[in-house]
């Protein structure tokens, strides 16, 4: 084992942590990123459940059939699970944005925030022997 230098150390944390950058706050996402996979599973059981309850009685054996033959011949799941999670950005690239943003508001001077932007890319640059895109070592 090695001591990272506290540059090697912020240039890691830029490129690997990740922040949310989809629009709504870090707790809503917890919660909605249940709600929305929950949903879709709970319209495939509903409607399962549905063709079921029509075979069951004394209709016979020609329902109970046409029931199997419905529930294998459609995947409900694939026709009703249309969401999927977005992944979130690194931090170096989500910073980048904020400072952009800031000039555009003018809160920043262009300049100032250009250079601040270069140093960002260049910390993303020197990510060290722990890049996982220049052979890193195994354990990171």
């Known amino acids: 084992m090695f ?6 150390k912020k240039a890691l944390s830029y490129a690997r942590d990740r922040r949310n950058d989809y629009g709504e706050s870090d707790k809503g996402s917890r919660k ?3 709600r929305n996979k929950r949903t879709p599973h709970r319209a495939d059981r509903r409607r399962e459940h549905q063709v079921l309850a029509e075979a069951t ?5 020609e329902a109970a059939e046409a029931a199997e033959a419905r529930l294998a011949g459609r995947p409900f799941k ?3 699970a249309w969401w999927q999670k977005a ?3 690194p931090l170096g690239e989500y910073v ?5 943003r800031r000039i555009r508001l003018g809160i ?8 601040r932007i270069a140093r960002v ?20």
Do not use: H, M, Y
């Open 87 to 89: 992944p979130d950005a």
């Open 78 to 80: 694939r026709r009703i």
């Open 108 to 115: 920043d001077d262009k300049a100032s925030g250009e250079e």
């Open 32 to 34: 909605s990123i249940r």
């Open 121 to 140: 890319r260049r910390r993303l640059r020197r990510r060290g022997p722990g890049n996982p895109q220049r052979g890193g070592w195994a354990d990171t």
């Open 96 to 100: 980048e944005d904020r400072i952009r």
């Open 57 to 61: 009685g004394p209709a016979g054996v």
């Open 3 to 8: 001591r990272r230098s506290p540059q090697e």
